[in-house]
């Protein structure tokens, strides 16, 4: 069974410019979440997706990030405009459905904020 | 809220060394407690996944236990081995929705 993708793995932007990243989680999984990981520290969960809708989102900073499942599958993250302190890993993980499932997690896109 | 610590922040044995990694939460009302392992530049792996109602689960060299009314984990890896080196992350589900909490993990190296 195929992982769940992300890209790209890595970017660097200066600070102010905009950034998008992708995420296809496994096939069949209705849950969707996006984590941001600075370094020296756990995941921190940014939104999280049950099929196309939005189950949660309060520790996503709605001023500068935007997330969307379009059609309950892929979805993408933006951050616009980047901040120095944005520079983290950004994990993207999939389970079946929310519930006491098991996350599994994609190789993550580390972003340097310049 | 809840809050995941792990005990020790880095961990250095030598190869066969058996070893615990300790994890403990503040709200004890959790659905279930993952063990991830992250290598430098990787996403997670997920070890093993305790239901609320488990006391313990075993895959290979590791048996991770749950003590739910004390809120705390334990992850214990037998017969330690170079490749075994990497971050070792503890979550934990609170409030439904699977939404995991994680500690700040704790960095293990396993030397020849």
Known sequence: EAGVAQSPRYKIIEKRQSVAFWCNPISGHATLYWYQQILGQGPKLLIQFQNNGVVDDSQLPKDRFSAERLKGVDSTLKIQPAKLEDSAVYLCASSLWTGNTEAFFGQGTRLTVV | ?112
């Not at chain 2, 809840?2 to 060394?17: C, D, F, H, R, Y």
Request: proline residues 4%.
């Open chain 2, 1 to 112: 809220k809840q809050e995941v610590t792990q005990i020790p922040a880095a961990l250095s044995v030598p190869e066969g060394e058996n070893l615990v990694l300790n994890c403990s939460f503040t709200d004890s009302a959790i659905y279930n407690l993952q063990w991830f392992r992250q290598d430098p530049g990787k996403g997670l792996t997920s070890l093993l996944l305790i239901q609320s109602s488990q006391r313990e689960q075993t895959s290979g060299r590791l048996n991770a236990s749950l003590d739910k009314s004390s809120g705390r984990s334990t992850l214990y890896i037998a017969a330690s081995q170079p490749g075994d080196s990497a971050t070792y992350l503890c979550a934990v589900e609170t409030g439904g929705g699977n939404k995991l909490t994680f500690g700040t993990g704790t960095q293990l190296k396993v030397e020849l």
